[in-house]
């Protein structure tokens, strides 16, 4: 099968490159290259092709492609940037962008995308009131966070919440601009799908850390925060408490559920969307996360500050039930184990913060 990988030389794109290679399949890569992303050229696997080319070039996307049997749509710009005047480019990137690409499959006659989606569509996760059962909480508050009350509270009767597994069933709750734009990307998806006859799978990641991520920027994830602390003798800064609950997956866990959804899309229903969670299926806190970074980094404790940011949810964490059953997935990278490689592996310098590949949340 020959797939195209937009955003194929980044952080999860080139994982997900190497897992294609190496099942068979013939990836060819769209990548924009930008210089801040990739201060040095990338080295591709031999005979891997890569059309250095922006995704919202209708032109260049259309050339690209050409004899593709499929798509795996990795390019985005992630996390929660700076502040609200990055908007527009989350807006353009992920959205015109998607546009763009979905308009040039309909025109080539390709109807087999994989989007990378995100967790963050959901909002805060699942929780559960002893009294009142299932709820879900609004947003935090700036008073309450500024107190440190870090932990939502029951919409009814302002109980305390026990944090749950979220599924792909629950409702859509975007909080903050880069959720809105991975959401849009679905809808976006579920449009092309029914109207083309098309199929389409996203994968809602998690917590993404692994081998080649990003360091030193604000758009990278927050395992990539502390590992890049770490390298300069610092302490990981871990915000509010530190007990807030993610799922980390790692990148090649990752990379082969793009890989086995983009060989099960042939037997998916024309005009069929679906979403799948990605993650490890093992919920761990921020601060133990850090914890386990500077033990095998051998570096300083980490220190928590009970600083915070109004777009963090506190605890985000569901069951990837659903993919294992359907694909036969499973992680295979433990979170000891994936952490520790993580701790001496290579990170990717930026020269300046632009587009990476996994959400920067704590």
């Given amino acids: 099968m020959r ?12 994982h997900i490159v190497a897992a294609l290679l190496e099942r068979g399949h013939d990836p060819v890569v769209l990548d924009a290259l930008l210089p801040a992303v990739h201060p040095v050229r990338p ?14 070039n209708p032109a260049e996307v259309a050339r690209a492609l050409g004899g593709v049997d499929a798509v795996c749509h990795q390019a985005a710009m992630v ?23 979905l308009a040039a499959m309909a025109e080539a006659g390709v109807d087999r995308l994989v989007l990378a989606g995100s967790m963050v569509v959901y909002g805060e996760g699942r929780y559960d009131c002893p009294e009142h059962g299932p709820v879900r909480p609004g947003p935090r508050r700036a008073g309450d966070l500024a107190a440190r009350r ?11 919440l026990v944090p749950g597994l979220v599924s792909e069933d629950a409702a859509m709750d975007p909080r903050n601009v880069y959720a809105v734009t991975k959401l849009a990307q679905e809808h976006l998806a579920r449009s092309w799908a029914r109207a083309t006859g098309g199929r389409a799978v996203s ?9 080649g991520m990003p360091r030193d920027t604000p758009y990278a994830g927050v395992a990539s925060f502390f590992r890049s602390a770490l390298a300069r003798g610092e302490a990981p800064r871990v915000f509010e408490d530190g007990r807030q609950r993610r799922d980390f997956v790692h990148v090649r866990d990752v990379a082969m559920a793009n890989v086995l959804a983009l060989e099960a899309l042939g037997s998916h229903a024309a005009g069929g969307f679906e979403a799948f969670n990605c993650g490890s299926d093992a919920p761990r806190t921020i601060g133990e996360m850090a914890r386990v970074l500077s033990a095998a980094c051998g570096g300083p ?21 659903r993919l294992r059953q359907a694909l036969g997935w499973q992680p295979r990278v433990g979170f000891e184990e994936g952490m520790t490689e993580f701790a001496c592996a290579p990170q990717r310098r930026l020269s300046h913060p632009v587009s990476t590949a996994a959400p920067a949340t704590q």
Wanted: aromatic share 8%; net charge negative.
């Fill in 301 to 321: 404790e980490p220190v928590v500050t009970g600083e915070y940011r109004l777009g963090d949810v506190r605890h985000i964490t569901a069951t990837s039930r």
């Fill in 203 to 211: 994968l809602r990641y998690h917590n993404v850390y692994g081998p």
């Fill in 150 to 160: 870090f932990e939502p509270r029951c919409p009814h009767c302002g109980g305390e």
């Fill in 3 to 14: 797939v195209l990988v937009t955003g194929g030389a980044g952080f999860i794109g080139s």
């Fill in 43 to 56: 080295t591709l696997p031999e005979g891997v092709a890569c059309l250095e080319a922006d995704v919202r």
């Fill in 79 to 101: 996390g929660l940037g700076k502040d609200f005047a990055d908007t527009p480019a989350y807006v353009s990137c992920n959205d015109h962008g998607t546009a763009v690409l």
